[in-house]
């Protein structure tokens, strides 16, 4: 039989041993996050999420739970790995918890969804077809509730985010983040069943017969892995057609020069360091950057200062209000600068505002997206029960911004529409949608170019702020703009709508980057369909584990010995 799957009567769904499974797990999880930064080698979550799904496939529910959790524990914990270095392994193992735990709910829905879909009395390529985009859509329904719940939910660590660097990544200004992941976890669930199907029996039913039989153990075993390594190849051929997708177009109207500074200053929770020093950093590192561009004869439209770079309540404080007035003019650009207000309500806010050679404009975005134990504690006195030396690191409780993420600038060459993303908001999917001025912040002006500033001195030399950047890139291309993505210490880039850097800093230095980027107006398809596409792909996931239940309770426990017996007495009368 020509099909990489023979077909065969509905009978107990093979499965790979649970020793074997758990194995598969563990090194599906480890390449996953292997494709992501620093190693960021992108093919590995072609190689990942098969492996974690040809661990999942067709298993028990309990097995299928459990290979779940090993894969997320062999992802997220070294993922992850940079919340110890400051804070320890508590808040490292309760959010490893937390993601472990979804991981373990998908591998329990994805092992109901394909073992009952695998008794429908279609052919045996369906049958793959219709368990492959059910498990898709868990994949992607997986990631969605991970960025929703709890406390606002964590988008980190997507599928789609391993092709930062990769050739797929212009799909994602046509399908979104959520597309993208789908389509990886589509070309995965195929290759994880073909696995299945080669290694571990037909991957469909039990052997109906003795010639059947001789293929099992057999030169038609062989012949079986042959057309294994023909799908991978044609899904390998899919996958490169989809790469040759150029990114989505969006008009320009026109371009800006901008340029970004990186203090590295000591702006971590634990740095020893004045009141000032930040800022000092800052101002320091600006008039080196005009100095620099006086003597070349060059200029700019506005300048980009990271999050927290003005400290704490700039406003109230005239001479830092004065020396950025006085850079301001020097440069004959606006300053963007972060820092940290205190509303007359006594809220906090972690807030970006723009500054010319008149002082404060007024132009004002608030952080969306607080993080939760850090920027605020949610539920204080019972954690505090728990870890009370942790909890009152945490003094201020930030409130979430409910501001335009879309500020109007009047740059040096003329106005222009920034939208603004600081630190995690870049990760969340409503707030590129609020980049278009859509949404509850969207204020209905839409952005030409983004600026995400973010500190991220309090994760040292790990791994977090590279895989920070790899989110903004793919930002920049789901949306079509030029990003602007500038840290305190790093990693600070300008990326390009392609996804291309034209200029990057070196971490933990003192610089400063300047380039010429377009400014860009209109919407991709993945910012005007993406909510649609992700709301297809979860419907698929939900229906599919539904109609493996049904399908399962419908048909009835299978015991693989009793039609193996059936078989056997089979081929004795024959």
């Excluded at 799957?5 to 649970?18: I, K, T």
């Excluded at 879909?117 to 368990?131: E, K, N």
């Excluded at 039913?205 to 023909?230: F, I, Y």
Aim: charged residues 15%; glycine residues 10%; aromatic residues 8%.
């Amino acid at each position: 039989m020509s099909s990489a799957f023979p077909a065969a009567p509905a009978a107990a769904p093979r499965r790979a041993h649970w020793i074997v499974s758990l194995a598969l797990a563990a090194l599906g999880g480890l390449a996953l996050d292997a494709a992501t930064p620093s190693l960021a080698w992108w093919p590995m979550a072609l190689v990942g999420a098969p492996l974690v799904l040809a661990a999942v496939w067709q298993q028990r529910a309990g097995l299928g739970a459990l290979s779940g959790a090993v894969a997320g524990a062999a992802f997220w914990m070294p993922q992850i790995s940079w919340l110890t270095l400051y804070l320890g392994p508590i808040p490292w193992l309760a959010l490893c918890g937390v993601m472990i735990a979804w991981f373990a709910l998908f591998g329990l829905a994805a092992a109901l969804a394909t073992r009952g879909l695998a008794r429908l009395r279609l052919s045996p390529q369906a049958v793959v077809a219709v368990q492959s985009f059910a498990v898709a859509g868990l994949w992607v329904l997986r990631e969605q509730l991970q960025s929703t719940w709890p406390y606002g939910g964590f988008a980190w660590g997507r599928l789609a985010h391993t092709q930062a660097e990769g050739p797929l990544a212009p799909l994602v200004s046509w399908v979104g983040f959520s597309g993208l992941s789908g389509l990886l976890a589509l070309a995965g669930a195929v290759l994880g069943a073909v696995l299945v199907a080669a290694w571990f029996g037909t991957g469909i039913a039990a052997v109906p017969d003795a010639a059947d039989a001789q293929d099992v153990q057999g030169s038609k075993l062989r012949s079986r892995r042959l057309r294994l390594l023909a799908v991978v190849v044609g899904a390998s051929l899919a996958l490169g057609m989809l790469a040759l997708v150029p990114p989505a177009h969006v008009e320009r109207a026109g371009t800006l020069r901008v340029a970004a500074v990186q203090g590295n200053a000591k702006s971590a929770i634990f740095d020893d360091r004045e009141n000032g020093d930040v800022f000092r950093d800052h101002v320091e590192a600006t008039a080196t950057l005009l100095d620099r561009l006086e003597a070349e004869g060059e200029t700019v439209d506005a300048i980009v200062w990271p999050e927290n770079s003005a400290e704490f309540a700039l406003p109230d404080q005239p001479y830092r209000e004065l020396a950025l007035r006085e850079l301001s003019e020097r440069a004959d650009a606006p300053i963007v600068v972060g820092t940290v207000l205190r509303d007359p309500d006594d809220t906090f806010t972690n807030s970006t505002l723009v500054y010319d050679e008149a002082g404060g404009t007024g132009v004002r975005y608030d952080k969306r997206r607080p993080v939760p134990f850090a920027e605020y504690m949610p539920n204080r006195e019972f954690f505090r029960a728990l870890v009370p030396d942790l909890v009152d690191l945490v003094r201020l409780d930030y409130r979430a911004g409910t501001r335009s993420a879309v500020l109007e600038i009047d740059g040096a060459g003329g106005s222009f529409a920034a939208g603004i993303a600081i630190c995690f908001d870049i990760i969340f999917d409503d707030h590129a949608v609020a980049l278009m001025g859509r949404g509850p912040t969207g204020g209905g002006v839409e952005s030409q170019v983004i600026f995400a500033q973010t500190n991220n001195a309090d994760f040292g030399r790990t791994d977090e702020s590279a895989q920070q950047l790899a989110i903004a890139r793919l930002r920049a291309v789901e949306t079509g703009r030029a990003l602007v993505n500038i840290s305190t210490v790093g990693t600070s880039a300008i990326v390009l709508p392609d996804g291309a850097d034209v200029d990057r800093l070196t971490p933990f230095t003192r610089d400063a980057m300047v380039a010429e980027v377009p400014l860009s107006t209109g919407e991709t398809p993945a910012l005007r369909y993406g909510p649609v596409v992700a709301a297809a792909w979860m419907l698929l996931g939900a229906a599919g584990v539904i109609a493996g239940v049904i399908v399962g309770a419908i048909r009835g426990p299978i015991d693989g010995s009793v039609f193996r017996r059936r078989n056997a007495a089979q081929r004795e009368t024959d």
